[in-house]
């Protein structure tokens, strides 16, 4: 019941946010500590500080009813004597989308940011340039949802899953998609693809890709600094295309003395007779300051990149 209490307020929020026209592009978490460090941005002066930057913030700045129905629902908190949100917002296109708040220390955080905006751009571009019809698509791991509702949206007549081990994410991609008006959305706790059936005509992931100490949900991708979990995604969809169908997966490539591990372990899966695949990179180097710890100790750099695989017709 207190999370439908609260889901019910994050969707009144969003609404009246998108009334304000309010818009946010939310950066890597190092900027944005960097940010929120300086002097003048210790305290929120607008609804961009208080729901973007996730500053604390006085009474004065949100309507008092709106104030009180927030921290009955949970939205909102005391906070030093000041009050501060547990979520953020942040803007993609036209879209608004709510993620869990700064920092994201909590096991089960739901990241909005850099890698949300690429993975973005790797569906859309595939939907420009596909002719292959969707009917039946899916985002694995679908965290805020953003890559289910592009889709949604591009192709009103699909259905679409939106995939999560974590029932937060799954939360708020529920709130985001109502938000965004896609209808042909539903949110699904699975592993993976474990909790659904048949087969897809697009499937998109962008899962964690570090290798993450404390192991959280959000963040770590398992063993060889990360990867694994991207080689157990391709795996697994690449067997549940439907023939012309393709999988979009936007993750991070760790190198070690000049060779992408990613890579070198998803090549053998995708090269089978009957699917073409291609495979790029969009940044050459993110997360560079995870070099600096024990995990990453042989690592040169993280890249990060796109792999599209394609069944053949039949």
């Not at 709130?175 to 048949?198: F, I, K, P, Q």
Request: aromatic letters at 8%; charged letters at 20%.
């Amino acid at each position: 019941m207190e999370d439908h209490t609260q889901d019910v307020a994050l969707l009144h929020l969003g609404r009246r946010l998108q009334a304000d026209a309010y818009q946010f592009t939310t950066v890597t978490p190092l900027t944005h500590q960097r940010n929120n460090q300086r002097e003048h941005n210790r305290q929120a002066q607008d609804l961009r500080d208080i729901f973007g930057w996730n500053r604390p913030f006085e009474t004065h700045l949100l309507p008092d009813a709106e104030l009180k129905a927030l921290l009955s629902s949970g939205v909102v908190r005391a906070h030093a004597g000041l009050w501060i949100s547990d979520v953020r917002w942040s803007s993609l296109h036209d879209l608004l989308f709510v993620h869990s708040g700064f920092p994201t220390v909590a096991h089960d955080s739901v990241f909005f940011g850099p890698d949300t905006y690429r993975f973005a751009q790797a569906i859309e571009e595939h939907l420009r340039i596909s002719t292959h019809p969707v009917r039946n698509a899916v985002d694995i791991g679908c965290g805020s949802g953003a890559g289910a509702i592009l889709i949604a949206r591009a192709r009103r007549d699909a259905q679409v899953l939106a995939l999560d081990i974590n029932p937060t994410a799954l939360r708020f991609t529920t709130v985001n998609a109502a938000l965004a008006e896609t209808d042909n959305v539903s949110a699904w706790h699975s592993d993976l693809l474990d909790s659904a059936s048949g087969e897809f005509d697009l499937i998109v992931a962008n899962p964690p890709y570090m290798q993450d100490s404390q192991k959280r949900a959000y963040r770590h991708g398992g063993d060889r600094l990360g990867s694994c979990l991207s080689v157990r995604i391709v795996e697994q969809a690449i067997h549940r295309l439907t023939p012309g169908g393709s999988l979009v997966l936007y993750t991070g490539a760790p190198w070690v003395d000049g060779v992408d591990l990613f890579l070198e372990h998803a090549r053998p899966i995708v090269d089978l007779a009957g699917f073409t695949w291609s495979y790029r990179e969009v940044d050459p180097d993110v997360f560079g300051e995870e070099l600096e710890t024990e995990n990453y100790a042989q690592a040169e750099r993280i890249a990060a990149v796109v792999l599209t695989v394609t069944k053949a017709h039949t």
